[in-house]
């Protein structure tokens, strides 16, 4: 039986155990592991080595990039990691990316940008502890300056990471199968579900179409609706867990984070959105455009209601 792919990149010697922990973690839901250290990358004859594994990315379903305090080795003609080569690679074919960096990494960024391009300081005489060269901070820049597919999430240990991963990927899962226009793509994903609490949920999903009740059918429907939109998926990136109750019950954006304290903006240059808080901090554009949007979001969560004239307020008890 087919199963999804998820190539795993980063560097080999100092990520060694959490390669081996996510190799494990990755069988254990039924998708298959591709590393570089193992058999599942085809080392074609007529190819170097590094191109070999550059040319397994695109047939493979999912992405991980775990980025950590080694840059490690070049790619060949070129200044770049071979695990940044990969990236782009994923990024070239359209793979979906689920990209996570060591938190002590993570948490120097910030002064590396504040620092960047500061004629008053020379840049060569800081150290940053927990890399072995600032071109990590570049990659995890480039990252993040991605137009989609630009989320970059901290990790301490490998709890967190594989918490992380059974969410995004559960989410992922739940929008190909509740998206009519995934119809074709759902077909063959479900062939690869080996997983019996995948096939329940599934399942349950299909039970919520067939009932009467209009409250839980528009429930899936609104779900559906939210993460369609940048606001929301900034939402759940801090972790505030988004849904519709939730947003109907909050007018504004920054009630919803929890008054207008809880947001911080950044002003240096580069910097979009953290994934800490509170306080959560993202760019002044970045929280101007999730203001009109949640705005917009929310209304349009009332609309619906009103057209099929189920009041807010059993909306919210049911």
């Known amino acids: 039986m087919p199963a999804p792919r998820v190539f795993i990149s980063s560097t080999c010697y100092d990520l060694k155990y959490i390669r081996e922990n996510l190799k494990f973690f990755i069988r254990t839901i039924g998708y298959e592991p591709v590393l570089s250290e193992e058999g599942s990358v085809y080392y074609d004859p007529a190819l170097h080595a590094q191109d070999a594994c550059l040319a397994e990315v695109p047939d493979c379903q999912m992405f991980l990039l ?24 994923a990024v070239t074919a359209k793979t979906p990316i689920f990209a996570l960096v060591e938190k002590t990494v993570y948490d120097q960024y910030p002064v590396y940008n504040s620092n960047k391009g500061n004629p008053s300081i020379d840049e060569k005489q800081i150290s940053y ?12 820049e480039e990252v993040q300056h991605q137009a989609v597919n630009n989320a970059l999430v901290p990790f301490s240990d490998f709890e967190e ?10 989410s992922m899962m739940y929008r190909f199968l509740a998206s009519a226009g995934e119809a074709s793509r ?16 599934f399942i349950t999903r299909q039970l919520i179409g067939s009932i009467g009740d209009p409250t839980a059918k528009l ?15 900034d939402l759940a990136t801090w972790q505030l867990h988004p849904s519709p109750e939730k947003v109907l019950r909050h007018p504004k954006f920054e009630d919803f984070c929890g008054g ?16 800490g808080g509170p ?4 760019s002044r554009p970045r929280l101007e455009r999730n203001r009109a949007e949640y705005t ?3 209304k349009e969560l009332l609309k619906r209601l009103a057209s099929k004239n189920i009041p807010v307020d059993q909306f919210l008890k049911g």
């Open 66 to 89: 775990i980025i950590g305090g080694r840059y490690g080795g070049r790619y060949r003609g070129s200044e770049r990691s071979i695990t940044n080569a990969e990236y782009q690679a």
């Open 129 to 140: 502890p927990a890399v072995d060269s600032v071109k990590i901070f570049d990659f995890m």
């Open 161 to 170: 990471m594989q918490s992380y991963l059974k969410q995004q990927w559960a």
């Open 186 to 201: 759902v077909g063959g994903i479900l062939t690869a579900l080996s997983n019996s609490s995948e096939r329940i949920e």
């Open 219 to 233: 429930t899936v429907e609104f779900y559906d609706f939210l993460f369609e939109h940048d606001v929301i998926r």
């Open 260 to 275: 207008q304290t809880n947001i911080r903006v950044i002003e240096e240059k580069g910097s979009s959105l953290t994934y």
């Open 279 to 282: 306080p959560f901090a993202l």
């Open 296 to 298: 917009e979001v929310r």
